[in-house]
């Protein structure tokens, strides 16, 4: 029981707060260095720092663990800095992979294109990004400043914005899976980030339901929907990896379809010539 006491009050909460930055440091070096986002969806940081931000100006009405409102913090700053260097080295659509860095965009099959009002989050220029996080920032702390005198008003507002926030959260791996659906490969995205995804998932559960502090309900429904989406991402890696598998696949089915059709051609019927009907003469 020492051991459980010490894990839930010591050491799952530093894992919790130091988590964004295990989970992203190797995806944004990796980037740094290769000098290319592609196969990274930019629909992470938009996700991310839309949940944190929510998350901090959910606090005063909540207040959950220090330990939650530190890692959000931590959040907002390594997704900044992801979103920087993943929009300075994003490809151009023309370039080979270039529309991987493009939430939801494919190169060949488009089920899964979803026509954003005024193209949101797929602008080609840098400063409509930091334009909708400013004015996200500014809208929230007009709210806050305007309802937080009035109790009951304040009370629904901030479940509101727990409620938003987490379940934006929640749906954080689910523009990774459609990309590495639609392009049969997790080519670009980091395994060390699913792992960290995945250890991050099983260290919160274990926290959220073994910790005394307050951890409100709806951190832990979020947390068991985004546990599963993460295992289903991971689940993808270990089928497509870096495509290379989805390529093979392509290449056999298309060279069935060759040897089908060469086969048809040869089992048809033969036309009738002279020298096809001598020899039918002969066998009879």
């Given at each position: 029981m020492g051991l459980v006491s010490f894990i839930t009050g010591f050491v799952a909460p530093i894992f919790i707060i130091i988590s964004p930055i295990t989970s992203y440091a190797d995806q944004t070096y990796s980037m740094h260095r290769t000098k290319s986002?592609?196969?990274?969806?930019?629909?992470?940081?938009?996700?991310?720092?839309v949940a944190s931000i929510l998350k901090v100006f959910y606090y005063p009405g909540a207040r959950f663990d220090t330990a939650l409102l530190i890692q959000a913090f931590i959040m907002i700053v390594?997704?900044?800095?992801?979103?920087?260097?993943?929009?300075?080295?994003?490809?151009?659509?023309?370039?080979?992979?270039?529309?991987?860095?493009?939430?939801?965009?494919?190169?060949?099959?488009?089920?899964?294109?979803?026509?954003r009002p005024y193209n949101f989050w797929q602008w080609r220029s840098h400063k409509?990004?930091?334009?909708f996080l400013l004015y996200l920032f500014?809208?929230?702390?007009?709210?806050?400043?305007l309802i937080s005198p009035i109790p009951t008003l304040y009370a629904l507002y901030s479940a509101g914005l727990?409620?938003?926030?987490?379940?934006?959260?929640?749906?954080?791996?689910?523009?990774?899976?459609?990309?590495?659906?639609?392009s049969r490969s997790c080519k670009g995205f980091r395994v060390s980030v699913i792992a960290n995804w995945i250890a991050g998932?099983?260290?919160?559960?274990?926290?959220?339901f073994t910790a005394t502090s307050e951890i409100p309900w709806t951190f832990k429904l979020c947390g068991i929907f985004q546990m599963c989406c993460d295992l289903f991402l991971g689940g993808q890696y270990f089928?497509?990896?870096?495509?290379?598998?989805?390529?093979?696949?392509?290449?056999?089915?298309?060279?069935?379809?060759?040897?089908?059709?060469?086969?048809g051609h040869?089992?048809?019927?033969?036309?009738?010539?002279?020298?096809?009907?001598?020899?039918s003469y002969l066998e009879n």
């Open positions: 986002s592609a196969g990274f969806s930019l629909d992470i940081p938009l996700i991310m720092l390594i997704q900044l800095v992801l979103l920087k260097i993943a929009l300075d080295h994003r490809p151009s659509p023309s370039s080979k992979g270039g529309e991987a860095a493009i939430p939801f965009a494919g190169t060949r099959d488009r089920e899964f294109d979803i026509p409509p990004y930091w334009q500014i809208t929230l702390v007009a709210l806050e400043l727990g409620a938003i926030g987490l379940t934006v959260e929640a749906t954080l791996p689910l523009p990774q899976i459609l990309s590495n659906y639609k998932d099983i260290m919160k559960m274990f926290w959220f089928v497509y990896g870096d495509g290379e598998v989805g390529k093979m696949v392509k290449e056999h089915a298309q060279g069935l379809g060759m040897e089908m059709r060469m086969n040869a089992n048809g019927p033969r036309a009738r010539t002279p020298a096809g009907e001598k020899d």
